[in-house]
């Protein structure tokens, strides 16, 4: 069955620290894999998204690795601010591409403290 | 295009009453998608159609749960004879079936809190 595990499930740090996720999946084939941020009450927004070939991508003061032999991911912040408190969501995509071929995690909450 | 718009944002009922939700996709795209999200836990799919065909739902849409996309567009799903547990954020999502998992944009969510 395919999985995806996230840690740590919550995460408190201060403004201006930096901090990384972690994601481990068990999704087979691998298609792409994608970080959301869902700040609370409103739906899921990408960060990035990396495919097979791809073990880095940015995207401002966030920046994703990808490890396809272990199968781990990670989530870097960069000298965090109070608007990056939210969960994160890893999403692993087989390579079915039909709907169900999205296996999400559960996310990390994330807090930012001043 | 603003994206993925879904109406409305909160509903409250009484257990019993039925609700239906809407959502409009990204104008392009052919592809949308019903997440269930319970709080500390990640969406659950529910259902998904292809311009108007609903081509897969999942086991957690019981007989209560009913969705459409008649023309293709817009969307609607409806609960029937609410129960508590159906107190989720309701979350749609589209895209295009030339791309179905790069191009996936999320909605903001429909909150449903059943009384």
């Known amino acids: 069955k395919n999985q995806v595990e996230q840690s740590p499930q919550s995460l408190i740090i201060l403004e201006g620290k930096n901090c990384t996720l972690q994601?481990?999946?068990?999704?087979?084939?691998?298609?792409?894999l994608r970080w959301y941020k869902q700040d609370t009450g409103r739906g899921p927004v990408s960060l990035t998204i990396m495919t097979f070939s791809e073990n880095t991508k940015s995207n401002g003061r966030y920046t994703a690795t990808l490890d396809a032999d272990t199968k781990q991911s990670s989530l870097h912040i960069t000298a965090s601010q109070l608007s990056d408190s939210a969960s994160y969501i890893c999403v692993v995509s087989d390579s079915g591409g039909g709907a169900d071929g999205l296996t999400f995690g559960k996310g990390t909450h994330l807090i930012i403290q001043p | 295009d603003t994206g993925v718009s879904q109406d409305p944002r909160h509903k409250i009922t009484k257990r019993g009453q039925n609700v239906t939700f809407r959502c409009d996709p990204i104008?392009?795209?052919?592809?949308l998608y019903w997440y269930r999200q319970t709080l500390g836990q990640g969406p659950e799919f529910l259902t998904y159609f292809q311009n108007e065909a609903q081509l897969e739902k999942s086991r957690l849409l019981s007989d209560r749960f009913s969705a459409e996309r008649p023309k293709g567009s817009f969307s609607t799903l409806e609960i029937q004879r609410t129960e508590q547990g159906d107190s989720a954020m309701y979350l749609c999502?589209?895209?295009?079936?030339?791309?179905?998992?790069?191009?996936?944009?999320f909605g903001s969510g429909t909150r449903l809190t059943v009384v």
């Open positions: 104008s392009e795209h052919n592809r």
């Open positions: 999502a589209s895209s295009s079936a030339g791309t179905p998992n790069y191009g996936y944009t």
């Open positions: 994601c481990n999946y068990t999704v087979s084939p691998f298609s792409n």
